[in-house]
């Protein structure tokens, strides 16, 4: 199991501890199963809610815009958990995977600031 598995099976424990109900379809990016949190359907290892195609890219340009505010909240909360995590660990190894994964958020933080218009 590679570390990015790891992390999703985390990521997806967490959704049905919060109660998301696990769906029999996949994710069309990933193939891993699509959780129902709420109204949303979410891929807990692409990390972002999944809209169900519509063929019109200008339409799915704007669901992409319509998600940016909350993709950004969703990435600056695994940050501050993320923080959290490297606070509280001191296995060298696993500092690394985490800084590895914080430089990642930050960096789809930044695409996003740069993706407003
Ligand atoms: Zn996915």
Redesign the pocket.
């Known amino acids: 199991m590679t570390d990015k598995d790891d992390i999703s099976v985390k990521k997806m424990a967490d959704l049905l501890h919060r109660g998301a109900t696990m769906l029999a379809d996949a994710?069309p990016?990933?193939?891993?199963p699509l959780f129902k949190v709420g109204e949303d359907i979410y891929?807990a290892?692409?990390d972002?809610r999944?809209v169900y195609a519509k063929s019109e890219e200008a339409v799915e340009t704007q669901a992409v815009k319509t998600l940016i505010p909350e993709l950004r909240e969703t990435l600056i909360k695994k940050l501050k958990k993320l923080n959290e995590l490297v606070e509280s660990e001191n296995d060298v190894e696993a500092l690394t995977r985490l800084a590895n994964l914080m430089v990642l958020l930050l960096q789809s933080l930044n695409r996003l600031e740069n993706m407003k218009e």
């Open positions: 994710c990016i990933c193939d891993s891929c290892k692409c972002r999944i």
